[in-house]
């Protein structure tokens, strides 16, 4: 018995969505590392500055709240999925 070879559009489709997995995490990895910088920055001249306006900080620290909720929401779905998919329990690697 052989393996069928795939034909070479089937590769290019794959590795090109590959690609793009890659490109978009990295991408959300560097968005989410500046926009944690931000915020605590932001927080922290919030706390230790007090000629700084209330408006900025107050913004400041909704806008940690907001990505810390948002943190917990995927990473308690992501938990949840991988509980309940087949296919992540079942396929040994």
């Not at 590959?18 to 920055?41: D, H, N, P, T």
């Not at 209330?54 to 909704?62: C, I, M, T």
């Amino acid at each position: 018995m052989k393996i069928a070879e795939l034909p070479e559009a089937v590769w290019e489709k794959y590795w090109t969505s590959v690609y793009y997995k890659l490109e978009r995490s990295v991408a959300w990895f560097f968005f989410i590392l500046g926009s944690l910088m931000i915020a605590g920055y932001c927080v922290y001249k919030a706390v230790t500055d007090p000629g700084l306006h209330s408006f900025v900080g107050l913004g400041a620290v909704f806008a940690v709240i907001g990505f810390a909720i948002l943190f917990l929401s995927v990473l308690r779905e992501k938990l949840l999925v991988n509980k309940v998919d087949r296919y992540i329990s079942e396929v040994k690697r």
